[in-house]
């Protein structure tokens, strides 16, 4: 007999994070082999990571097993929800619902703009002076 899992990715910035769903009597995340409190070492990373637990309130529970790479601590600990959030409501299509209208299942686009040449940064110039 096979246990069924699930798989999903999800992104933010240049961070990603790919996520395996298996059923089980326990809810649990591991990421990169640690917990959440110990690899993201704030409780609010934490938090933001297992968001789409809470939000979900799911009846049936999950282990899951979390591999991110790039990125900051931030961008990845919302890459690791975005794809918990994808994981979840693939499992459970009667989700996608509660995890859409709490922003979970939308990629943020955000990212950092480009350096423009003659310039310090991407907008930032050097101070203007008339003489």
Known sequence: MATTHTTAVGRRKTAIAS??????????????????K???????RARTALEAFGTTETSQNYVATAHVEGGGIAAQAEAVRHALARALSEAEPGLRHSLKAA?????????????????????????????
């Open 38 to 44: 110990e690899y993201f070492k704030t409780d609010e």
């Open 19 to 36: 996520i395996r769903i298996v059923p089980a009597d326990k809810r649990s995340l591991s990421v990169n082999g640690k917990s959440p």
């Open 103 to 131: 922003g979970h299942l939308k990629r943020d686009p955000r990212a950092k703009e480009r350096k423009k040449p003659g310039l310090v940064k991407a907008r930032k110039r050097k101070q203007w002076s008339k003489r």
